[in-house]
């Protein structure tokens, strides 16, 4: 499971701010999205949605906390067509709003 748990890696890599979807990423890999869950799950222990989630915020958060870019701009960078959008999911996935996270973790 290795090697299609890299491939899906390098796929995610270059199209989170694409889809976010699973069903998206096992079209491209030639996978069904059940196969590509078992992959992942194997591999990190989570499943594939869990997994393209914390890769959004792990680039949401670095965006908040080491680039001077508006919401707005983080949003768009992510792909998300509206900022209300971003704040939506950053608030489910981390408690924080952006504006709240990055005043409570930038120095």
Do not use: M
Not at 37 to 54: G, L, P
Not at 59 to 76: G, M, Q, R, T
């Amino acid at each position: 499971y290795l090697k299609e748990f890299i491939k899906f890696q390098g796929l995610l890599e270059k199209n989170y701010i694409k889809s976010k979807k699973v069903q998206y990423y096992a079209n491209k890999l030639g996978f069904s999205s059940k196969k590509l869950n078992t992959i992942v799950q194997f591999i990190a222990n989570k499943s594939a949605k869990v997994f393209i989630d914390d890769v959004v915020i792990i680039k949401a958060k670095n965006y908040l906390l080491h680039s001077n870019l508006s919401i707005k701009e983080v949003s768009f960078k992510l792909g998300f067509k509206d900022p209300a959008n971003l704040c939506k999911y950053f608030k489910k996935h981390t408690k924080f709003t952006p504006e709240a996270y990055r005043k409570r973790y930038t120095v």
